[in-house]
């Protein structure tokens, strides 16, 4: 019931989101990634193991919707995950800000796991000749798994390109959850263009969490967009 109510909430705000600007063209954007390790906020999603992802992204103006999904490793029947988002962009007094929401839903998941739920997302962005610094909240009223309610993420992040080819990048981030203890975790990497299509990213993860899925450990992905 959870997945069908996220879902509809979430495809009924990218619809909206949409709807507003369909007057305007639409640009859309695809990308396939192999990755040694899929590691979200610090914690591995696959056990450690490789994963194969893809997504697709439409830009009409100011606004965006999107879907992305990835193997997963939960120990149980879970098939995958799936993620619907949208938004809009805008700038102000030199600022790139971006307003959304994301829902992460899990096909096949055991009824009382109750992984699928909806973050609300704010960010903000700023450009200073190579380096960008930027900072985002995600909110959950209810997030994932049964024990957990409203959670709160915030991240702080930089990027600086070293040339047209290298960029290094880092993010600190704390999450903090109702029942389950808050952690904080950080991943510092580097990225390089081998052309305008093929990326590729080599990033340390670690968490203040001591745990099989949150120990330190190095992710090699390589991403193609198209």
């Known amino acids: 019931m959870k997945f069908f109510k996220y879902a509809a909430v979430t495809a009924g705000a990218l619809m909206t989101m949409a709807g507003a600007a369909a007057a305007q063209d639409v640009d859309v954007a695809f990308n396939v990634a192999a990755t040694t390790?899929?590691?979200?906020?610090?914690?591995?999603?696959?056990?450690?193991?490789?994963?194969?992802?893809?997504?697709?992204?439409?830009?009409?103006?100011?606004?965006?919707?999107?879907?992305?999904?990835?193997?997963?490793?939960?120990f149980d029947d879970t098939d995958g995950e799936i993620d619907l988002y949208g938004?809009?962009?805008?700038e102000a007094a030199g600022y790139a800000l971006d307003f959304g929401v994301v829902g992460y839903f899990y096909p096949g998941g055991p009824g009382a796991s109750d992984y699928d739920y909806l973050e609300f997302k704010a960010a903000a962005s700023r450009a200073v000749g190579p380096a960008t610094f930027g900072a985002v909240v995600f909110y959950s009223?209810?997030?994932?798994?049964?024990?957990?309610?409203?959670?709160?993420?915030?991240?702080?992040?930089?990027?600086?390109?070293?040339?047209?080819?290298?960029?290094?990048?880092?993010?600190?981030?704390?999450?903090?959850?109702?029942?389950?203890?808050?952690?904080?975790?950080?991943?510092?990497?580097?990225?390089?263009?081998?052309?305008?299509?093929?990326?590729?990213?080599?990033?340390?993860?670690?968490?203040?969490?001591?745990?099989?899925?949150?120990?330190?450990?190095?992710?090699?992905?390589?991403?193609v967009l198209f």
Do not use: C, M
């Open 37 to 74: 390790d899929y590691v979200f906020r610090g914690f591995s999603q696959t056990d450690s193991e490789p994963a194969i992802q893809g997504g697709v992204d439409a830009t009409i103006g100011s606004f965006y919707v999107g879907a992305w999904a990835s193997n997963v490793e939960f």
């Open 87 to 90: 938004g809009y962009r805008t």
């Open 141 to 223: 009223p209810d997030f994932f798994g049964a024990a957990d309610e409203e959670a709160v993420y915030v991240e702080g992040n930089l990027a600086w390109a070293l040339d047209s080819k290298w960029t290094v990048s880092g993010a600190l981030g704390h999450q903090t959850l109702d029942v389950s203890d808050d952690y904080t975790t950080w991943n510092v990497g580097a990225g390089y263009a081998f052309t305008d299509n093929l990326v590729g990213d080599l990033r340390y993860h670690d968490t203040d969490v001591d745990t099989p899925f949150s120990d330190e450990r190095v992710v090699a992905t390589l991403k």
